[in-house]
């Protein structure tokens, strides 16, 4: 039981990464950033190959500099090609499939069983000590620290403080002599560099990466970051971003628990996107019920008292 | 200070909704100028305004700010010299962030990576108990909890915070009540008096068109069809106007949001 919890939080933090990364495309930039599942695989990929490479530090900003690549092609289609912002990022999906197998070397499957990662490395540091059974644990939560503390600072900046209002006003941005397009393309280099360090700690966590790893991420996150949402309820950006995480932990508790009650390990995805359903369309809906209710109460051709 | 040559815009050319907005408008704007303009519906008001403020570029012509080519100008890039109001008071600011964050994003102050400093929230402060609304103290309420009126002042006082070269107002009292109107009018005339802003005001408000500012324009159809300013404007009133416009259309002036007195 203690175990599923563990690896419940573990893949809890881990994803909450690619979670942030949506608390800023998704909830500040007003972009659903559909190019996700494919980052969330070109980090994991990338960190693999760099690890087997024989540099385990290396590979964190490795993986985080090609999702920061991936973001910037997104941001570049949708701002200044003209294409959509879903297509572009469907687009940009589709060609990191095969980004991504030619990064592993034409596989589809890489192994790091006996490769160095930050994992192993702070395994060996915290041997004999009362950690020793969470080095994930602690990895992660190291990394969703830092982001997290990244994230308030930042935000609060100027340029933080513009990218949220493009998400929320673009005229107005353009107004205070900033171009909507610059602050589009910072904020998704920016997301894309967090879904893939969150790619490649879960690549190295379980010490292998297929080309599926990342896929339905994007719904995954979506559902996590709406449960946070509803969670952190009003707030600051702090308390948003701690919201997301929980979401993120929240959610992989759910899973857990169902697993434990034998459904099957491949209803995840099922399960991900009926949260996604009820979160966004759970408040149209309740906002529609007067109407509803209009209809079912008014009777058709017949004058009311 | 602002001069328009020859601008003219024609949407969808060479379709059946071709429509000619601007025809050959030529306009000499002189530093610390208030120019009220007025028309009928689709007169190209706001079309002018926004061929100067940079949404769309003209078809041909060039226009000057400051003896600067802006005609090419990106909007954004423009928008350091335009300051700009909108009918729409829920244009001009985002309603997801505090009061202080978009005024921090207005007065632009420091680099990218800087915060709103103590000495910057006590000028936002100070700045906005001008406006006499009590929004010095809710500073940091997020702006879509302010009413209409409430959103107007504080994008007057965001659009003005760096004094532009020129301010650009489009029917910025229309969406308001009656009260509330007079109010943000007051403040406009106040904020362009002090800082001596050279200032564009369409208003669908014959009397206000007569008593605010120094010049006055008509506009039809796409052009400028009279101009008045100095001794004669003063001698005008609201009925001479419209005969004027009778005149020089050959119908009557149709605006339906039109206010005679």
Same mark, same amino acid.
């Given at each position: 039981m203690a175990s599923i919890l563990q690896t419940a939080l573990e893949l809890g933090l881990i994803s909450s990464l690619t979670v942030l990364a949506l608390f800023l495309s998704y909830s500040m930039l007003n972009v659903c950033d559909l190019s996700t599942d494919g980052c969330f695989t070109l980090g994991a990929v990338v960190g693999a190959v760099v690890?087997?490479?024989?540099?385990?530090?290396?590979?964190?900003?490795?993986?985080?500099?090609?999702?920061?690549?991936?973001?910037?092609?997104?941001?570049?289609?949708?701002?200044?090609?003209?294409?959509?912002?879903?297509?572009?990022?469907?687009?940009?999906?589709?060609?990191?499939?095969?980004?991504?197998?030619?990064?592993?070397?034409?596989? @589809?499957?890489?192994?790091?069983?006996?490769?160095?990662?930050?994992?192993?490395?702070?395994?060996?540091?915290?041997? @004999?000590?009362?950690? @020793?059974?969470?080095?994930?644990?602690?990895?992660?939560?190291?990394?969703?620290?830092?982001?997290?503390?990244f994230l308030t600072w930042f935000l609060k900046t100027r340029l933080g403080l513009a990218i949220r209002a493009t998400g929320n006003n673009p005229d107005m941005v353009r107004s205070s002599s900033i171009n909507p397009a610059f602050t589009t393309i910072v904020g998704l280099c920016i997301s894309n560099s967090f879904t893939a360090l969150s790619g490649c700690l879960l690549a190295q966590s379980q010490k292998s990466v297929n080309i599926d790893i990342g896929s339905g991420m994007v719904t995954i996150a979506l559902a996590s970051l709406l449960i946070g949402r509803a969670f952190a309820g009003r707030g600051g950006i702090a308390r948003k971003a701690c919201g997301a995480v929980i979401g993120a932990i929240i959610f992989r508790l759910v899973y857990a628990a169902a697993l434990r009650f034998h459904m099957p390990a491949f209803m995840l995805k099922l399960v991900s996107s009926v949260i996604v359903i009820i979160a966004i369309a759970g408040p149209y809906l309740k906002s529609r019920y007067p109407e509803f209710h209009r209809r079912m109460t008014h009777r058709a051709g017949k004058e009311e008292k | 200070m602002l001069r328009l040559t020859h601008i003219s815009k024609t949407f969808n050319p060479g379709t059946v909704n071709e429509k000619k907005a601007l025809c050959d408008i030529s306009l000499d704007v002189a530093d610390g100028d208030f120019i009220s303009i007025i028309g009928s519906n689709g007169a190209g008001k706001s079309t002018v305004f926004n061929a100067i403020a940079g949404s769309f570029y003209t078809d041909s012509g060039s226009i000057f700010l400051d003896g600067e080519d802006i005609t090419l100008q990106p909007e954004h890039v423009r928008?350091?010299?335009?300051?700009?109001?909108?009918?729409?008071?829920?244009?001009?600011?985002?309603?997801?962030?505090?009061?202080?964050?978009?005024?921090?994003?207005?007065?632009?102050?420091?680099?990218?990576?800087?915060?709103?400093?103590?000495?910057?929230?006590?000028?936002?402060?100070?700045?906005?108990?001008?406006?006499?609304?009590?929004?010095?103290?809710?500073?940091?309420?997020?702006?879509?909890?302010?009413?209409?009126?409430?959103?107007?002042?504080?994008?007057?006082?965001?659009?003005?915070?760096?004094?532009?070269?020129?301010?650009?107002?489009?029917?910025?009292?229309?969406?308001?009540?009656?009260?509330?109107?007079?109010?943000?009018?007051?403040?406009?005339?106040?904020?362009?008096?002090?800082?001596?802003?050279?200032?564009?005001?369409?208003?669908?408000?014959?009397?206000?068109?007569?008593?605010?500012?120094?010049?006055t324009l008509m506009m039809d159809n796409g052009r400028i069809i009279y101009d008045a300013s100095s001794d004669m404007r003063s001698r005008l009133n609201v009925e001479d106007l419209l005969v004027l416009f009778r005149e020089a259309v050959g119908k009557n002036l149709d605006n339906d949001r039109m206010m005679l007195g």
């Open positions: 690890a087997l490479a024989g540099h385990p530090y290396l590979s964190l900003p490795a993986a985080m500099g090609a999702g920061m690549l991936s973001g910037l092609v997104t941001a570049l289609l949708q701002t200044k090609m003209g294409i959509d912002s879903l297509l572009s990022g469907i687009i940009v999906n589709t060609g990191l499939y095969s980004i991504n197998i030619a990064v592993m070397g034409g596989a @589809s499957l890489l192994n790091m069983n006996k490769t160095e990662t930050v994992f192993t490395k702070l395994k060996a540091l915290l041997k @004999s000590t009362p950690l @020793s059974g969470t080095y994930k644990t602690v990895v992660a939560l190291i990394a969703v620290a830092l982001v997290i503390a | 928008a350091k010299k335009i300051g700009r109001l909108f009918q729409d008071p829920m244009r001009g600011s985002a309603p997801g962030m505090t009061i202080e964050e978009n005024l921090a994003l207005a007065a632009g102050k420091g680099g990218w990576f800087s915060h709103i400093s103590r000495a910057t929230r006590e000028e936002f402060r100070e700045r906005l108990s001008l406006l006499g609304m009590g929004l010095e103290d809710r500073m940091q309420h997020p702006v879509g909890l302010l009413s209409g009126g409430q959103r107007q002042a504080l994008t007057l006082m965001m659009a003005t915070f760096n004094p532009p070269k020129l301010l650009l107002l489009d029917e910025h009292t229309a969406a308001l009540d009656p009260a509330t109107a007079e109010k943000v009018l007051a403040l406009t005339k106040d904020i362009v008096e002090k800082n001596a802003l050279t200032c564009l005001m369409v208003t669908h408000n014959m009397q206000t068109a007569l008593d605010l500012g120094n010049r």
